[in-house]
C-alpha cells in the first residue's frame, strides 16, 4: 500500500478487558471497538454482565467464581474507583451469593453469553457494511481477536440471526480472511523514545484501560507506524545499496 492508501484505509481495532487470562473460565468484563471508515473515527463501549463485579473495589473481593486471582492483585485492584464505575455493567452483583444455586449461576452465564453473541453480532454487520475490505488492528496479537474467536467457536454463536454458521470475527463472507496487523510489532524498528514523544502530543487519545480509548489508541499507532513507515520510502534505495555492498 501508499502512504495514500494507508491514510484512507478502514480500520477495525479491539480491546478487551477480561477477569483473567484464561476465556475459558474468566469472564469479559468489557470490550471496546474503534473503526475508522471513509477518514471517520468511530468509538464504541460494551460492558458485559459478568455474574459478580465488587460495588466500590477489589480489596476485599475474594475467591469470587470467574475470578483469576492474580489478574485481580495486578490488575484489577490498581484501578480507581471512578474507572471500576465506568467498567461495571448494572446487572452484576457486588459479590457472588455463597448460597447460589446452580441454577442460578446458569442463568447469569447465559445472560453473559447473549450480551456475547448480540456483540458478535453487532460487529460483524459493521465490519460487513464497509465500502473495502478493513484492515483488524490490536497491540496483542495472541489476545483480542483470538478471544473473539474462541467465544464464537465455544458457544457457537451465529453470524447472523438466520445463519447456522460460526466462522471467525476475522472472516467476512464478502473478503474472506481479513489481515491482522499488530501495531506494536509494526512501531518495533522505530525508536521506543520518539514513538512516545509522538503519542503524547496527540492528546485526543489515552491508554487509560476504557476498552475504547484503548481501541482508539491501537488505531493512532497504527497511523503513526504508516507515517513513519512512508517517511523511510526514500531511503530504502539507499539500504539496499548498502547492504549490497557490504555483501560484496
Known amino acids: 500500500m501508499s502512504a495514500e492508501d ?6 477495525v481495532a ?12 474468566n469472564f469479559p468484563v468489557a470490550v471496546g471497538v474503534t473503526m475508522r471508515v471513509e477518514g471517520k473515527i468511530s468509538k464504541h ?3 458485559f454482565p459478568v455474574p459478580c463485579f465488587p460495588a466500590h473495589d477489589f480489596k476485599e473481593f475474594k475467591d469470587q467464581p470467574g475470578w483469576e486471582e492474580r489478574c485481580v492483585r495486578e490488575f484489577w485492584s490498581t484501578l480507581s474507583p471512578e474507572l471500576l464505575d465506568q467498567l461495571r455493567h448494572p446487572d452484576s452483583l457486588p459479590e457472588w451469593p455463597k448460597d447460589a444455586t ?17 456483540f458478535m453480532q453487532w460487529v460483524r454487520h459493521h465490519i460487513e457494511s464497509m465500502p473495502e475490505e478493513p484492515i483488524l488492528l490490536t497491540d496483542n496479537g495472541v489476545y483480542d481477536w483470538p478471544i473473539a ?21 476475522s472472516y467476512s463472507l464478502k473478503w474472506g480472511y481479513m489481515s491482522t496487523y499488530d501495531v ?15 503519542i503524547a502530543e496527540d492528546t485526543s487519545v489515552k491508554h487509560n484501560h476504557v476498552p475504547d480509548e484503548d481501541a482508539a489508541m491501537i488505531v493512532r499507532k497504527f497511523e503513526i507506524a504508516t507515517e513513519l513507515t512512508a517517511a523511510m520510502k526514500p531511503f530504502e534505495a539507499q539500504i539496499f545499496e548498502s547492504r549490497k555492498r557490504k555483501l560484496e
Open 149 to 169: 474467536n474462541y467465544y464464537i467457536h465455544r458457544y457457537r454463536f451465529p453470524e447472523t440471526k438466520d445463519s447456522k454458521e460460526a466462522r471467525p470475527l
Open 14 to 25: 479491539l480491546d478487551w478487558e477480561m477477569t483473567g487470562c484464561d476465556p475459558e473460565v
Open 184 to 198: 506494536g510489532d509494526m512501531l518495533r524498528p522505530f525508536d521506543k523514545k520518539a514513538v512516545k514523544e509522538i
Open 45 to 47: 463501549l460494551v460492558k
Open 6 to 11: 494507508w491514510s484512507k484505509a478502514s480500520l
Open 102 to 118: 446452580p441454577e442460578q449461576w446458569e442463568a447469569a452465564v447465559l445472560k453473559m453469553k447473549q450480551a456475547l453473541q448480540a
